[in-house]
């Protein structure tokens, strides 16, 4: 039964010539064909050659017929490359990917492909055009939901059309906006000869630097900044067109800023491509500011610094509809160092402050005080101040304020003074080695009389043994005498 409606079907089709037609409705062939040949001939218009935008095919030859055959599926793309594209591919991404992530990725892209940047790449200018061609249909979540949804097809002319639509619009394949203006409107410039600021395409806060004192940082300020900000343009007053200018009604989406978009099943409506939903487009815009309504300015900023910052650290603050960012870099100081909250210093005193005791003046972080000095304090003695230090930020209360003494040698002696010392130096105990200028230190003179006694001892064991030791005759001989 098969052969026989293969050879029915060889028939039908002898001499059959395959031609495309320009756009046209598919409808079924006459019932009179067998059925076999109406599922070839159907799998056959599939493949026939297509001209201009038309989505359908015809048949001459089978039995005088020349129908359009049917099948809503058998229409391509104008470009059949677009049907191969990944959006996301191109945009180096993931299909579950955020919006601000796509952006960010086009960002990152477009200024690396962009054609100024490589004019001896001959390829940079396609790439560019198709991270626009991407951007534009994943950066809307209507034309992404279709991409998603039927992937390249869904943007191929005729779909979604036919009978039935009303002239509704769709999405055709390949992009509908120049790539360099997309590229101007994302980074807010309209000048091609440079990129312009990058910074502002996801508003970026600016970071600036301020020098303090350690004073200053460790009590607080509230201390002036110049900085150049992006601020609303005198010119246009932030309007961006050219003043004495008015800006012309979008005719792409009627003024509305909407677009009314059908997707087959669905009918949806977007923000206007053309306008950015706004509903007007500008065609003189300010010479000043080029179209973005803001210029950089300088401005002069009070910056209140918290008490008790360090070096390093990073504040925020809001400056008019932005916020920026403070980087304190703090000096060091030739009084005070800092662990933390707590504060320390040196004091210097002399030989007599540390022998006898007394006090001193101290330089406090806030204020001077007096201390008080113990007698026979040693070298390197830390004096706690408890209160007196630094703020502190992330908890409650004052650091300690920490005094390490330093005793201060004089270099030179008046001849009282060496006078005295010597004769100090006579009466020290505990001295190790010798004193210049003394002959003997009390610990000298009981080392001396040490070493004397310890010296006629040997001698007297020496004398001993020096004597001839009697022989047994000798002695009895002495005895008898």
């Not at 129908?67 to 945009?91: C, E, M, N, V, W």
């Not at 978009?261 to 949806?268: H, L, Q």
């Not at 933390?340 to 005791?357: C, E, K, N, R, W």
Request: hydrophobic share 30%.
């Amino acid at each position: 039964m098969a052969a026989l409606r293969v050879s029915r079907l060889s028939l039908l089709l002898r001499g059959a010539e395959w031609e495309a037609a320009p756009r046209g409705v598919l409808a079924p062939l006459p019932p009179s064909l067998p059925r076999g040949c109406h599922h070839l001939a159907l799998w056959r218009a599939a493949e026939a050659p297509r001209g201009g935008g038309g989505s359908a095919a015809t048949t001459q030859g089978v039995h005088g017929h020349s129908r359009l055959l049917p099948g809503r599926g058998f229409h391509t793309s104008a470009t059949a490359s677009a049907a191969k594209k990944d959006y996301y591919q191109i945009l180096g991404v993931a299909k579950d990917v955020a919006q601000k992530d796509i952006k960010k990725s086009y960002y990152q892209l477009a200024k690396k492909y962009h054609p100024d940047t490589n004019k001896d790449d001959p390829k940079a200018k396609e790439k560019f055009a198709e991270l626009a061609e991407a951007y534009e249909v994943l950066s809307d979540d209507a034309k992404r939901k279709q991409y998603d949804t039927y992937g390249s097809a869904g943007f191929d002319a005729g779909f979604g059309s036919g009978a039935g639509t009303g002239g509704q619009q769709y999405w055709r394949a390949g992009s509908t906006v120049d790539p360099e203006e997309l590229f101007r409107k994302i980074f807010g410039e309209f000048s091609r000869s440079n990129f312009g600021d990058f910074s502002s395409m996801f508003d970026q806060p600016q970071e600036f630097f301020m020098e303090l004192t350690f004073t200053q940082a460790a009590k607080g300020v509230n201390k002036e900044i110049a900085l150049f900000l992006n601020d609303t343009c005198q010119r246009c007053e932030g309007r961006g067109n050219e003043p004495g200018t008015k800006l012309q009604r979008c005719h792409y989406c009627n003024g509305t800023g909407m677009e009314t978009i059908n997707t087959g099943p669905f009918v949806m409506r977007s923000t206007c491509r053309r306008c950015s939903g706004k509903g007007t487009i500008m065609t003189n815009p300010c010479t000043l500011c080029h179209g973005s309504g803001e210029t950089k300015q300088k401005k002069t900023v009070v910056v209140p610094v918290p008490a008790g910052v360090e070096d390093g650290q990073t504040v925020r603050m809001p400056v008019g509809k932005k916020e920026i960012f403070i980087t304190f870099r703090v000096q060091k100081s030739a009084t005070f160092r800092r662990e933390g909250a707590d504060v320390h210093s040196d004091l210097h005193i002399s030989v007599a402050q540390a022998l006898l005791g007394g006090t001193a003046r101290v330089q406090g972080l806030y204020d001077s005080f007096t201390i008080t000095i113990p007698s026979g304090v040693q070298p390197d003695h830390r004096i706690r101040m408890a209160g007196k230090g630094i703020n502190r930020v992330n908890s409650y209360g004052y650091g300690d304020h920490y005094i390490h003494v330093k005793i201060r040698i004089p270099k030179r002696l008046s001849e009282r003074q060496k006078a005295l010392l010597l004769e100090y130096a006579e009466e020290e105990s505990d001295v190790e080695g010798t004193v210049t200028g003394i002959a003997n230190t009390s610990t000298e003179r009981s080392k001396a009389s040490h070493t004397s006694d310890t010296r006629s001892h040997s001698e007297q064991q020496q004398q001993q043994q020096q004597q001839p030791k009697e022989g047994f005759f000798n002695k009895l001989k002495k005895l008898f005498n």
